[in-house]
T-cell receptor, first 114, second 114 residues
Framework: KAGVTQTPRYLIKTRGQQVTLSCSPI?????VSWYQQTPGQGLQFLFE???????NKGNFPGRFSGRQFSNSRSEMNVSTLELGDSALYLC?????????????FGPGTRLTVT | AQSVAQPEDQVNVAEGNPLTVKCTYS??????LFWYVQYPNRGLQFLLK??????LVKGSYGFEAEFNKSQTSFHLKKPSALVSDSALYFC????????????FGKGTRLHILP
């Protein structure tokens, strides 16, 4: 099975711009979660989508949003970028059906805001 | 509220020696517990999990972890460290039977010295 893929892998944006990141989960996985990873804060949960519905949400401002499509692919959007949004954004997929909870992570998108 | 603590930012171990990476948790309910490893410029890889049953769980690459309910701990262990084990290790928890998000610890950097 193909693993979790994320595009793009690297991104450089300017403060005030917006950005969209994409994640394709493992085939058959219906849950997609997004995380922000920074050296100081570790791994911070952004949100989880299951069957096109947001199931859980972390403590991030409304500038961070996401969605999931019927094929389980997910996108996250960050509007009005700030310097502090520079981070590695990780997507993880899991079955989401309550039988098993381990997540499988993509390689991440490295976002740099200048 | 759920929380995970990894009390050591960094652990140094000589190659061939046993290693332990510590994790304690706090949840209101029965926990699912996980260990993930992250190699440089890569996403997180699932190592092992505790769901129920045997307190000693075996996982990938010769790692194992011991669930201790009374001490609310889930320490990661390996009998003989390899230089290739050098990486960033994350402990994570979620509550059983609830669709809550997974909470990750801040990570412990493991250095195996040749």
């Amino acid at each position: 099975k193909a693993g979790v893929t994320q595009t793009p892998r690297y991104l450089i944006k300017t403060r005030g711009q917006q950005v969209t990141l994409s994640c394709s989960p493992i085939s058959g996985h219906r849950s997609v979660s997004w995380y922000q990873q920074t050296p100081g804060q570790g791994l911070q949960f952004l949100f989880e989508y299951f069957s096109e519905t947001q199931r859980n949400k972390g403590n991030f401002p409304g500038r961070f949003s996401g969605r999931q499509f019927s094929n389980s692919r997910s996108e996250m959007n960050v509007s009005t970028l700030e310097l502090g949004d520079s981070a590695l954004y990780l997507c993880a997929s899991s079955l989401g059906d309550g039988t098993t909870y381990e997540q499988y992570f993509g390689p991440g998108t490295r976002l740099t805001v200048t | 509220a759920q929380s995970v603590a990894q009390p050591e930012d960094q652990v140094n171990v000589a190659e061939g020696n046993p290693l332990t990476v510590k994790c304690t948790y706090s949840v209101s309910g029965n926990p699912y517990l996980f260990w993930y490893v992250q190699y440089p410029n890569r996403g997180l890889q699932f190592l092992l999990k505790y769901i129920t049953g045997d307190n000693l769980v075996k996982g990938s690459y010769g790692f194992e972890a011991e669930f201790n309910k009374s001490q609310t701990s889930f320490h990661l262990k390996k009998p003989s460290a390899l230089v290739s084990d050098s990486a960033l290790y994350f402990c994570a928890v979620r509550v059983q039977n609830r669709d809550d998000k997974i909470i990750f610890g801040k990570g412990t950097r493991l250095h195996i010295l040749p």
